[in-house]
């Protein structure tokens, strides 16, 4: 047992380290309790006058309200899909819809390609994709870059709030000032920043935001933001009965009512535990205070002990600030792929590959084989990081 929050989540109980939070973070036992305490007492859909659809109902209207408060907006901004990559390629035919020949996107390229393909699409109909590119190895992204790329024909920019890649932290809220001042929206991905950061759509100046739940303790669920006054004007695929104004339209079929359940278990844990039982944002905030107090001895033992190490390259930012504690390195002369079996037979899981950043690999020659990456979170111990140094060292 490795983590000092292992009375919460069952999984981090097993003796091994969870070095991959990158790809979905471990749940906490509320989540748990609570999808199956959903099932155990009936499944079924909402709308209906008996008990189970009542409280199903009600819990589909909770779980809305809960992560709008997340998001820092309001509920009926909000749409719960099956993941952040499924609603925003539902959210590019809708701008397919809109956009003329000649419009332009922007896509930074720090994108998960989630945030990136779908815009990219957009090309085959005569709209221009730009690329802002970021500055490497250390992966920063300039606001000149920017500025320098907006166009009056700029109909959207895509970006995210911490590259799942390199850790880079961008001015957000910088940039979307900047794609305003044009009359461009602004596309936050904040599926990779949202364990590590609250966010806060409104002080971002986001007109769009995509949010994983997986990635902050909880089920398999996706999130779409979108401002409350743009959603009328979005012609998504709906069923013909279902309100122009209506969030329902970006959520076509029957939700999994039981990760509903779960989300709601994991913001539970959040405030409850993170937050002191503070309610209310105001939790969330004292919550996310907490988790950016754990992390940071942990980002910055990792950070150093990675940068002194005599085999590891370390790409991204080489100082604490300004990035989250996401790491992506090579060891020259062993591919990732083998630096992770490595890690993995002494009990330390993390990723090898692109992660689906794959403009941050294209622009570091790093393809095919991509990079190693580890990604910390609140949970994980300095014991964590001393079992990922003891079998770096012992890599043959
Ligand atoms: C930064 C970022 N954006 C988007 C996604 C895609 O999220 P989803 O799996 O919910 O489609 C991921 C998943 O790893 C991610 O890290």
Request: proline share 7%; hydrophobic share 45%.
């Amino acid at each position: 047992m490795t983590s000092p929050f292992a009375e919460h989540f069952p999984a981090l109980r097993l003796d091994f380290s969870y070095l991959d939070n990158a790809a979905g973070a471990q749940v906490p036992a509320r989540c748990i309790d609570a999808i199956s305490g959903y099932l155990s007492t009936g499944s079924c859909n909402v709308n209906q006058p008996y008990g189970v659809s009542v409280r199903t109902t009600e819990l589909k209207a909770r779980a809305r309200a809960a992560t709008a408060e997340f998001l820092g907006c309001q509920p009926d901004e909000v749409m719960l899909g099956t993941s952040a990559t499924a609603l925003s390629f539902q959210l590019a035919r809708a701008f397919s819809r809109l956009f003329q020949p000649g419009d332009e996107v922007v896509i930074s390229e720090l994108e998960h390609e989630s945030n990136a393909s779908p815009w990219r699409d957009l090309e085959a109909q005569g709209v221009g994709v730009r690329l802002w590119r970021a500055h490497w190895p250390e992966g920063r992204l300039e606001l000149a870059d920017l500025r320098a790329l907006l166009t009056p024909r700029t109909r959207l920019v895509a970006l995210t709030a911490a590259s799942n890649a390199v850790g880079t932290v961008p001015d957000v809220a910088g940039a979307a000032a900047l794609a305003r001042a044009v009359g461009a929206w602004t596309l936050v991905d904040a599926v990779h920043a949202s364990p590590h950061l609250l966010p806060d759509v409104r002080a971002w100046g986001a007109d769009f935001a995509l949010m994983s739940p997986y990635k902050v303790f909880g089920p398999h669920l996706g999130c779409l933001y979108v401002r409350r006054d743009l959603l009328a004007r979005l012609p998504a695929d709906k069923l013909w009965f279902v309100p122009d104004d209506s969030v329902q339209k970006f959520e076509p079929g029957t939700a999994p009512h039981e990760l509903l359940a779960g989300w709601l278990g994991s913001l539970d844990y959040v405030r409850e535990v993170l937050g002191d039982g503070v309610p209310g944002r105001a939790g969330l905030e004292r919550a996310f205070r907490r988790i950016v107090a754990l992390e940071q001895p942990l980002l910055e033992s990792t950070l150093e002990r990675l940068l002194a190490h005599p085999r590891v390259r370390l790409y991204g930012i080489a100082e604490p600030q300004g990035r989250v504690a996401t790491f992506c390195f090579n060891v020259p002369g062993r591919t990732p792929r083998a630096v992770a079996e490595h890690l993995a037979r002494h009990g330390v899981g993390v990723a090898a590959g692109h992660y689906y950043s794959t403009m941050t690999a294209q622009a570091l020659g790093l393809m095919p084989e991509g990079a190693v990456r580890v990604s910390l979170l609140h949970y994980n111990s300095a014991r964590d990081v001393e079992r990922l140094m003891d079998a770096l060292n012992r890599l043959p």
